[in-house]
């Protein structure tokens, strides 16, 4: 199974970028969606999630309100869109996939598959 997440640039302060992820190599609609993040010198920490069928999702406080996470089963892939950035979501974002996923699991622990990471910068 690998997933691939890109989207990630540099943007300033206020702007904003779309994450993906591309699932391949097996059944998308296993798993939830996880998106993480880690900032430098910094741990991993959760970030968003989305169930296997898209009804449910969930944030981390700091980004509620300006993130939404969504998926389409039918392209194999999760998004992330990402508004009114700060300087303070800068960082490596990951995707991860989990097919013990139930509302309110946040990992990091316990996932199946990891994307390689695509970095977000945002400039003050």
């Known amino acids: 199974v690998q997933l691939q997440a890109f989207g990630g640039g540099l943007v300033q302060a206020g702007g904003s970028l779309r994450l993906s992820c591309a699932v391949s190599?097996?059944?998308?609609?296993?798993?939830?969606m996880i998106w993480f993040r880690q900032a430098p010198g910094k741990e991993r920490e959760f970030v968003a999630a989305i169930s296997r069928g898209g009804i449910s999702t969930d944030y981390v406080d700091s980004v509620k309100g300006r993130f939404t996470i969504s998926r389409d089963n039918a392209k194999n892939t999760v998004y992330l869109q990402m508004n009114t950035l700060k300087p303070e979501d800068t960082a490596v974002y990951y995707c991860?996939?989990?097919?013990?996923?139930?509302?309110?699991?946040?990992?990091?622990?316990?996932?199946?598959?990891w994307g390689k990471g695509t970095l977000v910068t945002v400039s003050s």
């Open positions: 190599g097996s059944t998308f609609s296993d798993y939830g």
């Open positions: 991860a996939a989990d097919s013990e996923y139930r509302d309110g699991r946040r990992g990091p622990g316990g996932m199946d598959y």
